[in-house]
């Protein structure tokens, strides 16, 4: 008996080992595995949010463990730093996380409180992160209050260069025209955010396919587009168009490199407007149902 107690002690002794390690290396195998090459995760968060703002944001963009990533703040000096002519008494609030992909796998943004960035869309941040030549990452953008979700950018900008990447002043520039561009067309020009991101990125991927030499060559490359999307403009806003992507053309980009990403955009701008038009289809239809039924009970009476 005393031999069977023992035994029996023994093999609950064994068994809870074998669990704790077992529970353990679960533990260790959910832990993020850290990228010695490219580095952890940059988070950079708006210097107007007070710290129970600073919390949430933690909370939206899932910074768990804050050692796990570096923090940094962005300011409205960096703004003026990154954006000549900017504000420096703007107030910051966008953030984001920035997370280093290996070459060739591509920009990827998520909004991850789409309600609170208002203005710029996932794809508008896209194409000027391709023109300020960001490539090969993930970028999550989130507010804890309304804002136009323009700032991010120069949070972004921040981040690379605290990872030791060096933008370019000049396309950072360009690429904050375009921003503000995509959104002043989304607001005034009576485009929806997906048509203005359309326009956007399908006249890049003319200036990468035709490489116009000439501001004339640039015109006819943005009045093709237009006229193929049948998008109308006033004169001033097809000016700032031809503008934009002149300077763009002057900038020298390889747009080999991101040639894959612009057609990404495409694909998500494109997958957007087919919802909406589906949406718009079914709420169509109940609204003929329910005038249906208006129709028939009016002719019960």
């Not at 998008?231 to 097809?238: A, Y």
Request: proline letters at 2%; hydrophobic letters at 40%; charged letters at 30%.
């Amino acid at each position: 008996m005393k031999r069977c107690i023992l035994f029996i002690s023994m093999l609950l002794v064994l068994t809870f080992q074998f669990e704790n390690s077992a529970f353990a290396d679960s533990d260790d195998a959910a832990a993020p595995s850290i990228n010695e090459k490219l580095g952890v995760p940059i988070v950079v968060y708006g210097e107007t949010l007070t710290t129970e703002q600073k919390k949430q944001v933690r909370k939206l963009l899932e910074v768990d463990d804050p050692e796990a990533v570096e923090e940094i703040t962005v300011t409205a000096d960096d703004l003026v730093k990154y954006i000549e002519g900017s504000n420096p008494n703007s107030r910051m609030f966008s953030s984001a996380k920035i997370v280093r992909k290996e070459q060739g796998e591509g920009l990827v943004i998520n909004i991850i409180s789409a309600d609170n960035i208002t203005e710029v869309t996932s794809e508008m941040y896209a194409n000027a992160l391709i023109t300020a030549g960001v490539e090969n990452a993930l970028v999550e953008v989130a507010s804890p209050v309304k804002v136009s979700g323009h700032s991010a950018l120069t949070g972004i900008y921040k981040a690379y260069e605290v990872s030791g990447e060096k933008l370019n002043k000049d396309r950072m520039e360009v690429a904050n025209e375009e921003l503000n561009i995509a959104t002043k067309l989304a607001d005034q020009a009576g485009l929806d955010k997906e048509k203005a991101s359309e326009l956007l990125t399908e006249i890049k991927k003319a200036i990468a396919n035709q490489n116009p030499a000439t501001r004339e060559e640039v015109e006819k490359i943005v009045t093709e587009q237009l006229q193929g999307l049948d998008i109308s403009l006033n004169e001033e806003d097809k000016k700032l168009l031809i503008d934009l992507f002149d300077k763009i053309r002057s900038l020298d980009i390889n747009f080999d490199n991101v040639g894959q990403q612009l057609e990404d955009i495409t694909v998500d701008i494109k997958n957007k407007i087919d919802k909406v038009i589906d949406n718009k289809g079914f709420w169509q239809g109940v609204a003929d149902f329910v005038n249906n039924v208006a129709s028939f009970l009016k002719g019960l009476f």
